[in-house]
């Protein structure tokens, strides 16, 4: 409760002073915290010089997780440091992750380097941006996003000799290569020059896939979120499509799906849900799935959608696994006009992290609980939080790790069903 309270008071906040008086007041919980919280009444800018200006260009192709650029940093360290020492400087960091068809993109680039038209201008334009800037690059998502497409088979090994393996070891051969290339030239005189050799380059992503497909035990993470949120969409669309029923008994429906299918609650999804139940135009990545005519590749359809759903999260385990040196301030790189405007329709106002553990918590730019009593709606939304439903949910999340997510079958071919009715 202290925590729902905390999270409700931050939202309302306005400026630093705001900010910092809150978290004082809820000292004994925010002592092990830290707070990551955009403020528009705040003039500090922490993106590198320029980066701001092109985050709000109009068709960028650049996502930022927070909604803007004024950061506040907040932890009892900081507020310490600060009284002691005025000048003391945040250490905080950022990088870039890109999605598969970007990571493409890069290799494409390098291999056309020297010939006169690019073949997408606005990818183009892109890439000049990050060679301008000499921005550090994060490849968390572009890995978890191939691991399933790469063992799908059954293989328990990476091997360039498999034809899909040796695509994602050049893509990431070829993003070595191009984080090497000295800006400085680039910028001055438009030549490209690498700073590492061919061979270090090869060295590199050896070490890099097997650090994270050898050697990590991050990934069933993200396999077995990858798998709830599958579940959790297939819902969505099965209510949407069986019946006519208003979008708040649809929504109503929904609570009752997750509770009894999913096992786990998730905002962010229910939101959106809601917000496509009232106008399914208005959520253009769900509204790719839609009734009647050939249902070919839906499940493909679907996986892809699904990795869409799990940028955001994929960036807040970044900011977690960073936060030993620094705070961690991620961005997503991604051509995919849906994908950008998914992102858009829940707004990150703040995060919140424990120093020690993985624990962590968004802060949406929208008040979820006054959200849902708008609706009319809090009532349900209440009772997924009782002690009884909390111990239902376990059991289904749970069963369904056990089964293998067998569910997922037979819920998906529900919706086949329903689809094509």
Partial sequence: MAMGELLYELIEAENPLE????????????????????????EKDIYPEGLT???????????????????????????????????????????????TNYTSYIEDFLNQQNKPNFP???????????????????????????????????????SVMNKSHLALYKNLYHLELFKSIDSQLYLNERKIEFQIT????????????????KESNGLKIFIETHKNIKLLLIGIWQIQFESKASPKNKMKKLINY???????????????AYKYFKNPKSVGMLNKINKGGKQTDL????????????????????????????????LFLSHDKKLKELIALFKIKGFILHRETFEFHPIPEINTTEFFEEEGLIKEIEDIQSQ???????????????????IINVEFDKLEKILNS
């Fill in 198 to 213: 061919p061979n270090e380059a090869q060295l590199k992503t050896d070490h890099l896939i097997k650090s994270v497909y």
């Fill in 53 to 99: 200006n092109i985050l709000n260009q109009e068709n960028t192709d650049f996502i930022p997780y927070f909604q803007s650029e004024r950061i506040l940093f907040l932890d009892d360290n900081i507020m310490s440091d600060m009284l002691k020492f005025p000048e003391a400087q945040i250490k905080y960091d950022y990088s870039i992750m890109l999605d």
């Fill in 120 to 158: 997408q201008e606005s990818i183009y334009r892109t890439i000049d941006i990050l060679l301008k800037n000499n921005f550090n690059y994060d490849y968390t998502f572009y890995l978890i996003e191939n691991y399933q497409n790469l063992f799908l088979a059954g293989e328990e090994e990476f």
């Fill in 299 to 330: 499940l493909w359809k679907i996986e892809n959608i699904v990795w869409d759903f799990l940028v955001p999260r994929v960036m807040e385990f970044s900011i977690t696994a960073n936060k030993k040196n620094s705070y961690f301030i991620p």
């Fill in 258 to 272: 997750m509770v009894e299918k999913v096992g786990i609650y998730y905002e962010r999804e229910m939101i959106l």
């Fill in 19 to 42: 900010a910092m008086a809150i978290w004082k007041i809820y000292g004994g919980l925010t002592k092990d915290l830290r707070l990551m919280m955009t403020m528009e009444n705040y």
């Fill in 388 to 406: 009884d439903t909390e111990l239902r949910k376990k059991a289904v999340k749970e069963y369904n790790i056990t089964t293998n997510f067998e």
